[in-house]
DNA sequence: CTGAAAGCGCTTACAG
DNA sequence: CTGAAAGCGCTTACAG
């Protein structure tokens, strides 16, 4: 079957009567363009439905109107709604965007930047929870070399040493303030759930969380801090793992999810023990998915506002800002925390 | 600050002593090439961590290695997953997979086709739930056209009768399918809720879930069959209309949800009501989403098996496969579902 | 097996 | 204000 071929800015020309330059400049929306031919052109434009190649544009021009973003796994719609706030950010400032999953980057290879720079984008925006120590040199390097040829901004941790811009997510600050809050409620035994172990980013949850101990006057029990990852699974395996290895009167009253998939599993393994939440357990998420309000209890979690960080990380990729800002976050309250059951 | 130029195909060829033409001719992996050549163009290549830019190719070649998808929103990790198989199948068969989101693409312009024809791509899979009779002229032009221009495949309804290749997704099977389990379990009051209203497709699931009922010589109660979309909240607004319309002995004791999500919401409202799952009420969903398992009670879903979906539709995209399939999917059983209880 | 050359569809100095 | 022309970095007949 043959292909349609695109009119081009040849047809163009010749239907307006006027040097392909010239459609160009209306194109471009160069004043300099006298307003009959302007009208001529832009009759044609609509005549033959044309478009210009954004092939042709990469290669003969200096702004490409296009930018990348590079996230993790989007099972989890936390990252769905940073590309979404990002998405129509640059769709509204006229830029296209392009999705670049981290797994489909290979880091092993020997320089995987080139495979966003061979799309002649004009800046990335990349996500990064932290850096893990492993593969700490090859992701900055990863970085840097991007930098090379192109705008970047990362959302996440804070790289400004070494000269990145992006959005940092203070996860320490959010985790200290979670802590008050259940203190607030009368909780002593509170457990952390989920995370990579290999994170030693000094703004991690397990800062936050240690100080929030500190700060009460508690002690840190490391029974009550368990790894795991970021799926309901790790949830209900963490959970579970510290009330098997416990005798209930030790059992922790609330419980801090990294995220409200972990959260979910969380209250899979509180029912699994008879556990009532929150009469006998408290649960706090983050993220605050669409499904957070309608859990049984509601899930109280944390609003990172993902959809304007990816909006405002896009902003700062464009107009090459070089800040870093700190995202803001709320907690929303819902049922699923509540004052510590009285010990007896 | 000065961006970095990409080695080109001139440097390649300098530094290997060769002319540009070979230098293609190895990196597009033509046999003949003498070994000797071959070799020193490859070091070069690597030496200069070269690669062609993907705007040249698209220019000056016939084949661009690149197929779109449009998805929906990416709120519900359905369409995430959608995503993640195509993805993952267009890098398996070396190709780059464009995401376009189907509220980028503006379908009261002239012609949205030429947003995807720009990029050049060799082809586009489209999920399509349905025609809506409102648009039903306006996205079947969208269609044709963009038919002009590359492979198309659909994803989700049949319109093998216009001439477009794809994946059907049969859901009036799927809802007879699960009437049926329903009906098995003893159960005759049973509501359906979500969806547009609009959807007049004889695939929909309504036309399932009224010949299911038939079958079972139940009658349809149109209390029963409530629409609203698909989110938690119009499951919850859903099922609350319903439960707040009737007297208790008309409640329906077993719900079909159009998908995990409005299946989360009518969770919601039955524990609103007084209603325990699943002793009092059934739920099933649909997308047997990541979280299903960790419900309480656990989900009782339908697997589609999106990832394979999602592969399979790029396979034919690329391959140019002209044919209609119709998508696998399994109810996955969980404890949301349970016989009925006696009425008394 | 290999190279010189044309061409893909644009943008952008450079003249005028 | 406008056009002729060079150039962006590739691919692909066409000769050899």
């Not at 200290?176 to 000094?202: C, M, N, Q, W």
């Not at 790894?227 to 699974?233: C, K, M, S, V, Y």
């Not at 009532?276 to 605050?288: A, E, H, Q």
């Amino acid at each position: 079957m043959k292909r349609a071929r695109h009119a081009t800015i040849y047809d163009i020309a010749a239907e307006a009567g006027v040097s392909i330059a010239t459609v160009s400049r209306v194109l471009r929306g160069e004043p300099s363009v006298a307003p009959a031919k302007r009208e001529r052109v832009e009759n044609a434009i609509r005549l033959h439905n044309y478009r210009p190649s954004s092939a042709a544009r990469k290669l003969a021009g200096t702004v490409t109107k296009t930018v990348g973003i590079v996230l993790p796994r989007l099972f989890n719609p936390y990252y769905a709604m940073l590309f979404t706030g990002a998405q129509e950010k640059a769709r509204e400032m006229g830029y296209a965007l392009s999705l670049f999953p981290w797994s489909s980057l290979d880091m092993e290879s020997f320089d995987p930047a080139l495979l966003l720079a061979e799309r002649c984008l004009e800046g990335a925006v990349v996500y990064l929870e932290y850096l893990p120590p492993a593969d700490k040199d090859r992701i900055l390097h990863f970085l840097k070399r991007l930098k090379e040829f192109m705008n970047v901004a990362v959302i996440g941790c804070d790289l400004s040493e070494y000269g990145f811009p992006g959005i940092f997510i203070n996860n320490a600050a959010l985790a200290l303030k979670i802590v008050r809050y259940l203190v607030s409620l009368g909780h002593e035994r509170i457990a952390l759930i989920g995370g990579s172990e290999e994170d030693t980013d000094p703004f991690r949850r397990d800062a936050g969380y240690l100080e929030g101990l500190r700060e009460a006057q508690l002690p840190f029990t490391e029974s009550y801090r368990v790894w795991g990852g970021d799926t309901p699974e790790s949830g209900l395996l963490g959970l579970n793992g510290i009330l098997d290895g416990l005798k209930p009167s030790f059992w922790p009253t609330a419980v801090i999810a990294l995220n409200d998939l972990v959260a979910l599993g969380c209250f899979s393994a509180a029912a699994a023990h008879g556990l009532s939440l929150p009469g006998d357990l408290s649960v706090i998420g983050c993220d605050n998915l669409v499904s957070a309000p309608y859990l049984a209890p509601p899930l109280t979690s944390v609003d990172l506002h993902q959809r304007r960080i990816g909006a405002r990380a896009v902003e700062m990729v464009i107009s090459g800002e070089s800040g870093i800002e700190e995202a803001e976050w709320d907690i929303v309250v819902r049922g699923s925390c509540a004052p510590c059951p009285s010990r007896g």
